[in-house]
T-cell receptor, first 114, second 114 residues
Framework: ETGVTQSPTHLIKTRGQQVTLRCSSQ?????VSWYQQALGQGPQFIFQ???????GRGNFPPRFSGLQFPNYSSELNVNALELDDSALYLC?????????????FGEGSRLTVL | GENVEQHPSTLSVQEGDSAVIKCTYS??????FPWYKQELGKRPQLIID?????GEKKDQRIAVTLNKTAKHFSLHITETQPEDSAVYFC?????????????FGKGTKLSVKP
């Protein structure tokens, strides 16, 4: 069974640039959620994708957008980067048909905005 | 929307002692409450969860209790070991958990001293 994988693991961008983060969900999982974890804070829900459509969104501006592909992998795109976007971005997969409801997290992509 | 408060933010115990972390939630519709453990530089991993139709759940040295009336839930770790040292996050969800809309607390850094 393949776990959740994310890329890149680390990246540095400058303010105003755009970034794309990628996530491959765990085998058999059809739902992907993205979280932003600032240093010393809990993960904050950005949005969730199910069947290639957004299926719930947290309190994040429209410059945070995403995609889900037919193989259930996903991308998170952030436009017009701001300094406060510096954080660990976590992807988590799950199955809506699952019994436990557990989210399986990837190791994250650490974004630094200068 | 849901708001989850967690305390204490830091907790230091001697090996073998018990540790208790408490969380409160605001949305009475929340019905799924997982606890995640995040070791330094690693992904969050589920350690135990509880649904609103259950008052207590135990798994070896870890237990979780839920008081729906008071809207609070707690994590209890007995016979703590140095490998229990990590940041623990509680979360609430009003979608049964599997849909990924988890709202996390800010975390508790647990240190277990040998």
């Amino acid at each position: 069974e393949t776990g959740v994988t994310q890329s890149p693991t680390h990246l540095i961008k400058t303010r105003g640039q755009q970034v794309t983060l990628r996530c491959s969900s765990q085998s058999g999982h059809n739902t992907v959620s993205w979280y932003q974890q600032a240093l010393g804070q809990g993960p904050q829900f950005i949005f969730q994708y199910y069947r290639e459509e957004e299926n719930g969104r947290g309190n994040f501006p429209p410059r945070f957008s995403g995609l889900q592909f037919p193989n259930y992998s996903s991308e998170l795109n952030v436009n017009a980067l701001e300094l406060d976007d510096s954080a660990l971005y976590l992807c988590a997969s799950s199955s809506l048909a699952g019994v436990t409801g557990e989210l399986f997290f990837g190791e994250g992509s650490r974004l630094t905005v200068l | 929307g849901e708001n989850v408060e967690q305390h204490p933010s830091t907790l230091s115990v001697q090996e073998g002692d018990s540790a208790v972390i408490k969380c409160t939630y605001s949305d009475s519709a929340s019905n799924y409450f997982p606890w995640y453990k995040q070791e330094l530089g690693k992904r969050p991993q589920l350690i135990i969860d509880i649904r609103s139709n259950v008052g207590e759940k135990k798994d070896q040295r870890i237990a979780v209790t839920l008081n729906k009336t008071a809207k609070h839930f707690s994590l209890h770790i007995t016979e703590t070991q140095p490998e229990d040292s990590a940041v623990y996050f509680c979360a609430g969800s009003d979608y049964g958990g599997s849909q990924g809309n988890l709202i996390f607390g800010k975390g508790t850094k647990l240190s277990v001293k040998p």
